[in-house]
């Protein structure tokens, strides 16, 4: 049975639903703290300090969400490099996710740098031993990558055929760049606390930390994928595609075996495995992101009887989120050990703002499957079948 | 920093009310001009210009950096020995006190009740002849002598003298018998001059009675200290509490309060006892060694310990230390030594300590005068006869106490009770006595009796909030003074700047004053430039030269041949007149009074970002000075179940205070501390008002018969949660 | 006075009465806004139970590292070493991400916290007073402090002055010189009665933290440039392959039709 595809109606009457009402509402209250930041400073509408210059932003903001948004360069690699066609029809989605999910980015950046009208000084005043600075070209070059990648669906909503086909020229060399950009992107996240190696507790500082960070976001991609699939077949209740996620979920335990293996192998040899029962509060969240992060989802996702049900699937795919999650706040915020014996708890107007990034993510994800031919691959591939 | 710092609006460094600098705009910039011609600033008005401090009354030689008419920064003068071009705390931040928002910067006269703060600005002409004609009525009415005087001494005291002498007043108040008469009055009966100075280049054993040099900084002797240190002389250090200056100690030994006496008549003991004095020291200079020996005899070691709560061998074993080091040996005779009614006693004993061991001449010397005689002054007649007693009791009452140095206490108890006679004004100049004397409440009732009070001061001080007109004195920075005479130089003080608003120097004002009561002839200069030209006239140098380097030499005094300046010409280990007077000519042990169960000894001390009791308003200051509290030891908290940082009341005999609690192990059980200076009164003063309390409030009034020094750790407390 | 090569400073813990006019001085000459500070107190204090007790406080600043991390890290060049010592900061190109304060092994970058768009947020240490430097003067908190704690000068005499009184006084000093080797060499050199983390100091290694950082830099081009060649032989390669299955099943099945046409 073919399904129709969405036509954008010409009125737009707003009648929002419950749900997108709250997330209006978190991104209203969020824009006003926003403004009072740029007005009065950082300090006024959140708790970051001079011990703690980076705080909850940055975890959730930019660590957590460029780790979420690695989906899309390992579907565009499936696709496009290694021509596994049948992952189209994920595709898209996916890419969708890290173009919302760069674009948060920038938003949060927005807020926390301290200049942000300056952002474009990394593309004029350039200093090549910075991380920092291949973290922010990643992410322009990413975003602009993305947009080539997800143009040919924004265009055929658009109604440019025409264009969409011409678009559809330079996906090939967007995809290999994007691969090549992503791998030092999500390593960069890492590469950027090699520095911080008298900061970073042991447990988790090692040369290593760039390939950590890659190896884990492709487990991270995989799960992102049969998440971002299960919400929006319930959503917009449309099919899963089992087929497809059961074959990603397949490498999600070689993915975070390499990983384990890296890890404590790391961990041996640098003579710091003893930490892992002597580090108090450092030692339990290591563990933590261990067991919830890898341990649990790797017994999930190893037995193929969990594979083939969507639940098991969804369920092993946010286990694995919120250990790696956890991981990503460990490295950026709580393994860091600080001078002074001052605390930090991220303030409601800082939550807040978080808050209203997610939410304009959601919504804009939801505006985008419906007036937008997103799923049309996806559609495509099921009547094909 | 303390987290309680008010102001979050930016306030630069050096930024004063832009109506001060408009004002300023429109007077003839005479100070830029002067410091032009004597070469200091640059055509854009730019430079460094030589003058002194006032922060404390070290009065280090500073330079000050000018630019576009403000002064910018304080570095030390490498010419002046007090400094050797380092500056202390307060000195770095004397800026912010020129440039205190709070400033008075226009005469004030009283409109609503004392107290109140209601005020409003007034002409110079009407402020100033409201203070000579009130000031005429009360003598007039009731004699010169119900006119009270009072300043806290600094460089214009000696017209501030001139001024109270002219209008023919006995009754004149200074600080000192709130900080150092026991030691000034028992260096006089012991060596004949006020204080010895010390030097510290041959040292190699120092014991330290108080006197927290780390905390009460004087900056080129602290600084002398530390390099005696360094180069390994040893510090033994006697406090009831952990100092910074205990913390150099290689021995701390944290003594019960007011035994410091036993202390060291031990150590006496024990030097003559075990022979090891300088005999010949003793015998060519001194005077009463077999009295001292046979009165030191029962004060052991043994007797001394538990009175001090020091282990005998401890106190023999720094007797012998001590003298063995000797010459190259001091026992410090501390500065602000009013303590307890017997630290006199105590003060003799250093004294004598110092002589028996014969150090004079290795680590203590002639003191230096500060009045230089080679200097002139403007001529005046003889000052009027007063017949008048003084109503601090000096000498009637008080017959060691020089009349200079006065007691201050108990004049503010005369005042109070009218006794011998009744007070009806009082005039007070750079003093702020409402915080400064013992018992707060006395004070301010004494200043409720008065018919006048005129304050002069730079800023809303607790006294001059109480006043029934406040003239603003112009900053250190924004006058000239009398010369500075330190060694065989004269120091200048110079404008740096203009003074802002309307703020005169206290030179000036007195001659304002002096004119309009017709004492005129003793105020002989034009102005201040005049004042100090007639002061270098005999030097043969000009003012020009002397605000160019920022110093005048003095001629080489004549070398006569040392004597003491004591009845005997030898220093008195037995004072011939204490003894002829009735009191004890050698140093005898008087039990100071101990606190009862449940009650803990008040002590005081100093912070090395304060000064008495006017910098609290410092911006800068306040922002690097550590919140006041109430120190107690952390155990003894504990027992009562306090809790750091916990609000305590604190009371005594006299008042109850509210203060915050530090919990340390720093301090003696049965002790508590607070840094005075605290808990204005004046909401004139934004910084200031409402941080920490007064110990003022606490304290009881005691004076020591003989020095009448202030006893200011003989008040007890009980300490409870609020 | 010959020109001095590396200006340092050297602190003797021993001598500081933890006074503040460093602070103070540091605050006038540089203008420093009243909520922050470019020295601050660190150490224990007060340490041990009375009465055996003991104090360790230092003024705590820039190392003006020999090899400065926030240097390394700033991704616009806002840091910047200067070669006779002091570490200096381009408040024209900072964009306030703040990562300074991240590769700081020691923690000194202060932000403007209460500055928004229109003030400009920026970042805050100090600078060894170049302005000072200029004119022969000291830095304003070694000129004034009062016990000579502070001392000024070039860093390998302050070092061998260091040594000389560690030898001369060996009970009194912990026999090292804080910052002759920490994170490469530091222009801030500590002697200390008491163990370094007693007044405040990290425990930071002689390699300097940067350097894994921008040895990982130098491979990633190579790599990039490598994985990007690879990536794109394995999509050439997997369509020429999939143009080769499909030439060879078209071929096949032409075959198959032409002998179907043929049987036919």
């Known amino acids: 049975m073919k399904m129709q595809v969405a036509v954008p109606p010409r009125v737009l009457r707003f009648r929002p639903s419950p749900i997108a009402a709250v997330l209006i509402t978190l991104m209203g209250i969020g824009f006003v703290v926003a403004m009072v930041r740029f007005a009065s400073g950082i300090g006024t509408i959140s708790n970051l300090s001079n011990t703690y210059p980076w705080g909850f932003w940055i975890s959730f903001d930019i660590y957590t969400g460029i780790a979420i948004s690695s989906g899309a360069f390992l579907l565009a690699a499936a696709v496009y490099i290694f021509d596994l066609k049948e992952f189209r029809p994920l595709l898209m989605p996916s890419i969708l996710t890290a173009l919302i999910g760069y674009f948060m980015e920038v938003l949060a950046l927005m807020v926390d740098l301290g200049r942000p009208e300056r952002i474009f000084n990394m593309l004029f005043f350039q200093n090549f031993t910075s991380w920092m600075l291949v973290l922010g070209l990643c992410v322009m070059i990413y975003l602009a990558i993305l947009v080539v990648e997800f143009a040919p669906v924004a265009l055929k909503g658009l109604k440019r055929e025409k264009l969409a086909q011409f678009a559809r020229r330079f996906i090939k060399p967007a995809v290999i760049l994007g691969v090549v950009v992503s791998t030092i992107h999500q390593g960069s996240l890492g590469s950027l606390l090699l520095i911080q190696s008298a900061k970073l507790h042991p447990l988790w500082w090692t040369p290593l930390l760039p390939v950590m960070f890659f190896v884990s976001s492709i487990s991270i991609g995989l799960a992102m994928i049969i998440f971002e699939s299960s919400m929006s077949s319930r959503y917009f209740r449309r099919g899963l595609e089992m087929h497809l996620l059961e074959k990603l979920a397949k490498a999600i335990p070689v993915a975070l075996g390499i990983y384990a293996v890296l890890k404590f192998a790391q961990l041996i040899l640098s003579g710091n495995f003893w930490h892992l029962f002597d580090s108090g509060l450092h030692s339990v969240l290591f563990w933590a992101e261990i067991i919830v992060g890898v341990v649990i989802p790797l017994i999930i996702f190893a037995s193929p009887r969990n594979r083939q049900n969507p639940r098991m699937l969804l369920v092993g795919a946010i286990i694995l989120l919120l250990g790696m999650i956890l991981n990503r706040f460990n490295v950026s915020w709580f393994g860091i050990q600080r001078l002074q014996d001052v605390s930090y708890v991220p303030s409601l107007t800082e939550v807040s703002i978080s808050a209203a990034i997610f939410s304009f993510g959601i919504l804009a994800f939801g505006l985008v499957a419906r007036y937008l031919p997103l799923f049309e691959d996806a559609e495509a591939a099921a009547a094909n079948s | 920093m303390p987290s309680t710092v008010s102001r979050r609006d930016f306030i630069k460094i050096g930024g004063a009310a832009a109506g001060a600098l408009a004002l300023a705009s429109f007077v003839p910039p005479a100070v830029a001009q002067a410091a032009r011609q004597a070469g200091h600033l640059n055509a854009q008005g730019d430079g460094y210009i030589p003058s002194l401090c006032e922060m404390c009354v070290w009065r280090c030689g500073l330079l000050a950096k000018v630019k576009d008419g403000r002064v910018v920064k304080l570095d030390g003068n490498p010419d002046h020995p007090h400094s050797k071009g380092k500056l202390c705390p307060r000195g770095q931040a004397g800026i912010m006190t020129t440039y205190d928002p709070d400033r008075v910067l226009s005469p004030l006269i009283r409109v609503g009740r004392r107290g109140e703060g209601k005020f409003r600005k007034a002409t110079w002409d009407e402020a100033l002849d409201l203070v000579a004609n009130q000031m005429q009525a009360i003598k007039e009415k009731y004699g010169a002598e119900a006119m009270v005087f009072s300043s806290t001494h600094n460089l214009s005291q000696v017209q501030f003298e001139n001024f109270l002498q002219a209008f023919g007043s006995p009754n004149y108040g200074t600080q000192r018998s709130l900080c150092f008469n026991a030691m000034i009055v028992s260096n006089l009966m012991t060596y004949g001059m006020e204080e010895p100075s010390r030097s510290y280049d041959r040292l190699k054993y120092i014991i330290l009675t108080g006197r927290n040099l780390a905390e009460a900084i004087s900056n080129s002797e602290t600084g002398e200290w530390i390099e005696a240190i360094d180069r390994g002389a040893k510090l033994v250090c006697l406090d009831p509490r952990f100092t910074k200056t205990a913390a150099k100690a290689v021995e701390w030994l944290p003594i019960r309060p007011g035994t410091d006496l036993a202390f060291h008549l031990a150590l006496i003991n024990v030097i003559i006892g075990e022979s090891l004095y300088d005999r010949y020291f003793v015998g060519a200079y001194t005077e009463g060694f077999e009295e001292l020996a046979a009165a030191v005899r029962s004060f052991t070691p043994e007797w001394a310990s538990s009175i001090t709560e020091i282990p005998a061998v401890t106190i023999t074993r720094i007797a012998r230390e001590f003298a063995a080091a000797a010459p190259s040996a001091l026992a410090h005779n501390g500065w602000r030594t009013s303590n307890f009614v017997n630290s006199f006693q105590t003060e003799r004993a250093i004294a004598i300590l110092n002589a028996i061991v014969g150090n004079w001449g290795t680590t203590m010397h002639p003191a230096g005068g500060e009045e230089g005689g080679a200097l002139g002054k403007p001529p005046q007649p003889a000052y009027p006869r007063v017949s008048a007693l003084r109503l601090d009791g000096v000498p009637w009452r008080y017959p060691f106490v020089p009349l200079k140095i006065g007691v201050f206490q108990q004049l503010r108890d005369s005042i109070l009770e009218a006794n011998p006679y009744r007070a009806h004004g009082w005039f007070v100049s750079r003093q702020n006595p409402v915080l400064s004397l013992p018992d707060r409440q006395r004070t301010l009732a004494a200043m409720a009796s008065m018919d006048f009070i005129a304050t002069v001061d730079i800023i809303m001080n607790d006294t001059a909030w109480f006043s029934d007109v406040v003239l603003p004195e112009a900053s250190y920075l924004e006058r000239y003074d009398p010369l500075s005479v330190v060694g065989n130089r004269a120091y200048i003080r110079q404008p740096v700047i203009e003074p802002q608003g309307e703020a005169r120097s206290a030179l000036w004002i007195y001659k304002q004053l002096g004119d309009r009561l017709g004492i005129s002839d003793f105020f002989q200069y034009k102005d201040e430039e005049d004042y100090i030209e007639q002061q270098l006239a005999p030097l043969g140098v000009s003012l020009e030269e002397v605000r160019q380097r920022g110093f005048a030499d003095l001629p080489e005094g004549k070398s006569d041949v040392f004597r003491w300046n004591t009845p005997s010409g030898k220093i008195e280990l037995k004072s011939a007149t204490l003894d002829q007077a009735g009191f004890a000519g050698i140093p005898t042990w008087e039990e100071p009074p101990a606190p009862a169960a449940g009650q803990f000894y008040l002590l005081t001390g100093k912070g090395a970002r304060q000064t008495q009791f006017g910098t609290q308003n410092n911006l800068l200051l306040h922002k690097y000075d550590d919140e006041p509290r109430l120190w107690m030891n952390a155990n003894t908290a504990a027992g009562q179940g306090l809790q750091d940082n916990d609000m305590v009341e604190v009371a005594s005999e006299v008042g109850k205070i509210y203060v915050r609690l530090l919990a340390t192990q720093a301090i003696r059980l049965d002790c508590v501390y607070m840094t005075p200076g605290f808990g204005h009164l004046s909401k004139g003063l934004t910084t200031a008002y409402g941080l920490g309390s007064s110990d003022s409030d606490l304290h009881i009034t005691y004076t020591d018969p003989i020095s009448g020094g202030q006893a200011l750790s003989q008040t007890f407390v009980t300490v409870k949660k609020a | ?264």
Not at chain 3, 104 to 124: E, I, Q, R, T
Request: net charge negative.
């Open chain 3, 1 to 264: 006075m010959a020109t001095i090569k590396q200006h340092a400073y050297l602190f003797d813990a021993t001598r500081c009465i933890d006074c503040r006019a460093c602070m103070i001085a540091c605050s006038v000459e540089n203008n420093v806004p009243m909520n922050d500070t470019y020295i601050w107190v660190t150490g224990r204090g007060v340490m041990g139970e009375y009465p055996d007790l003991q104090r360790a406080t230092m003024p705590y600043h820039c190392m003006h590292c020999l090899a400065p991390d926030c240097v390394s890290g700033c991704p616009v060049g806002a840091w910047s070493k200067r070669e006779d010592g002091p570490v200096l900061y381009d408040e024209d190109k900072c964009i306030g991400c703040r990562y300074c304060m991240n590769t700081c092994p020691f923690s000194v970058p202060h932000f403007d916290w209460d500055k928004g768009l229109f003030d400009g947020a920026l970042m805050h240490k100090c600078t060894m007073c170049p302005q000072r430097l200029e004119v022969g003067q000291e830095p304003a908190c070694v000129q004034t402090c009062p016990t000579g704690a502070l001392k000024f000068g070039e860093r390998e005499e302050l070092i061998a002055e260091a040594h000389a009184l560690i030898k001369a006084h060996p009970d009194r000093y912990i026999d090292h010189v804080y910052g002759e080797l920490e994170n490469g060499g530091t222009s801030y050199l500590i002697l200390s009665h008491v163990p370094f983390s007693e007044l405040g100091l990290p425990d930071v290694g002689i390699i300097p933290v940067k350097n894994v950082s921008e040895a990982a830099m130098r491979v990633t081009v190579p790599f990039a440039v490598g994985w990007g060649a690879v990536l794109t032989g394995v999509t050439v390669g997997v369509g020429l392959n999939k143009k080769r299955q499909e030439e060879a099943s078209k071929k096949k099945a032409e075959e198959g039709a032409t002998v179907a046409g043929g049987e036919k």
